[in-house]
């Protein structure tokens, strides 16, 4: 089955500067690649997804890049501020998601003020 | 849009008895229903696939007779705890998806916290 590694486990930022969060999987099948935001005892929220026929894929300060390849893809957070503080997770999976999610083990940010 | 509620938000129940989880897409009809377990500052784990009117889907490790699943309709799927042991309180998790969504994306609920004493 889908093996998704996630790295760094934490990771601290001074506000303003970028974070990034990368992310390994193992299934070549694997087409689609969202990333979590999740607060302590909520829910995961959707912040950005990809899908493997493109290679980056920006929201405002937020942004993925996808390298099918090496399967490898990344989360980028540009400016961050203390609002941004979480645990992130990425996943991945088939089907474009209809199909279950393989999550990554999670990296906990903090952003520094 | 696409709104997953769960009930309860949490529940304390004793060791040996049972408890019954509700996941409701509000406002979609789930084509898939998806239940996970998420451990203190762990990740999300899978626990079985549901999809209505069919027998859920089991990730290897997962207890089926324990972790009971019903999916009856398209927007109610329900996760029964059998024989609660302190072992099994986490954070419950379901999500949604339907294909009738292009973006295929998978909504969730807000999650239900079981302390089994």
């Known amino acids: 089955g889908e093996n998704v590694e996630q790295h760094p486990s934490t990771l601290s930022v001074q506000e303003g500067d970028s974070a990034v969060i990368k992310c390994t999987y193992s299934?070549?099948?694997?087409?689609?690649f969202p990333w979590y935001k999740q607060e302590l005892g909520k829910r995961p929220q959707l912040i950005i997804d990809i899908r493997s026929n493109v290679g980056e894929k920006k929201d405002q300060r937020i942004a993925v890049t996808l390298n099918k390849t090496a399967k490898h893809f990344s989360l980028h957070i540009t400016e961050t501020q203390p609002e941004d503080s979480a645990v992130y997770f990425c996943a991945a999976s088939t089907s474009f998601g209809n199909e279950k999610l393989t999550f990554g083990t999670g990296t906990r940010l903090t952003i520094i003020p | 849009g696409a709104v997953v509620s769960q009930h309860p938000s949490w529940v304390i129940c004793k060791s040996g008895t049972s408890v019954k989880i509700e996941c409701r897409s509000l406002d979609f009809q789930a084509t898939t229903m998806f239940w996970y377990r998420q451990f203190p500052k762990q990740s999300l784990m899978l626990m079985a696939t549901s999809n209505e009117g069919s027998k859920a889907t089991y990730e290897q490790g997962v207890e089926k007779d324990k972790f009971l699943i019903n999916h009856a309709s398209l927007t109610l799927s329900t996760l029964t705890v059998t024989s609660a042991h302190p072992e099994d309180s986490s954070f419950y998790i379901c999500?949604?998806?339907?294909?009738?969504?292009?973006?295929?994306?998978?909504?969730f609920g807000p999650g239900t916290r079981l302390t089994v004493t």
């Open positions: 299934d070549s099948a694997s087409n689609y």
């Open positions: 999500s949604a998806s339907t294909i009738a969504n292009p973006t295929y994306e998978q909504y």
